[in-house]
């Protein structure tokens, strides 16, 4: 039978393909709390550094627009500041940094690239240098690549997306948007009417009135179960 959807994939990068920054957070969290002059949690810094680079992310687009490295700093040295622990920034950053450049290869991701039969648009909250070495560590190509430093936007924005329907030249209801986090990948997608697929690896819950994504699965292995969604 022929396969008339998706005509192409925009699909995510951390956390969908490779493995995301989580333990190098983690541990940069725990080395904050320890330093920090007051008794603090690790999950309090980080819901407090996550909050204030997500807050950086959703106000920089356009003119406005600057670098993920840039705000990670300017939002790890707020966190800092927060919690009082006199640690340096840029070495605590420069971990991350490393990270994006030489991520993890998560284990089913080179199985299923090799069966998709459509083109693939990488879209990645990401900067040029970052995800160009990344790839070339993973040893990954993809028919077309966009990132937020190339459309000067962040996911959910609609800019991504759209730079992405661009390039393929295709419509939203043309293509599904592939990725694990459900604000960027899910709500982003479908603010523009294109269907999304969840990669839940966590096995979050979605509440009630959350949007909820056209297709959901465990890891990435679900873009080669998918069909046309019933109502889009």
């Keep these: 039978m022929e396969i008339t959807w998706?005509?192409?994939?925009?699909?995510?990068?951390?956390?969908t393909v490779v493995e995301e920054d989580d333990a190098t957070i983690a541990a940069i969290c725990e080395e904050i709390a320890a330093a920090a002059s007051a008794r603090v949690a690790p999950q309090q810094v980080a819901s407090f550094w996550s909050g204030r680079f997500a807050d950086l992310c959703y106000d920089a687009h356009g003119r406005r627009f600057r670098p993920q490295k840039d705000l990670e700093l300017r939002s790890l040295r707020e966190t800092l500041k927060q919690f009082d622990a006199r640690l340096d920034a840029q070495l605590l950053s420069q971990r991350l940094y490393d990270y994006w450049r030489q991520p993890k290869l998560l284990p089913e991701v080179r199985g299923v690239l090799a069966r998709?039969?459509?083109?693939?648009?990488?879209?990645?909250?990401?900067d040029d240098a970052e995800?160009?070495?990344?790839?070339?560590?993973?040893?990954?190509?993809?028919?077309?690549?966009?990132?937020?430093?190339?459309c000067r936007a962040y996911k959910p924005h609609p800019a991504p997306f759209e730079r992405a329907l661009g390039l393929l030249r295709l419509s939203p209801r043309e293509v599904l948007s592939v990725g694990d986090s459900w604000r960027s990948d899910v709500r982003g997608a479908k603010t523009l009417g294109i269907a999304a697929l969840w990669v839940n690896r966590q096995g979050r819950i979605l509440l009630a009135e959350e949007e909820q994504p056209d297709?959901?699965?465990?890891?990435?292995?679900?873009?080669?179960?998918?069909?046309?969604?019933?109502?889009?």
């Design 116 to 126: 998709v039969r459509v083109p693939i648009c990488l879209v990645s909250n990401i």
């Design 6 to 15: 998706p005509r192409a994939i925009l699909l995510d990068f951390y956390g």
């Design 215 to 232: 297709f959901m699965a465990a890891d990435l292995r679900g873009i080669l179960v998918v069909g046309h969604p019933q109502v889009r």
């Design 131 to 150: 995800l160009d070495a990344a790839l070339a560590h993973c040893s990954l190509t993809f028919n077309h690549v966009v990132t937020s430093e190339r």
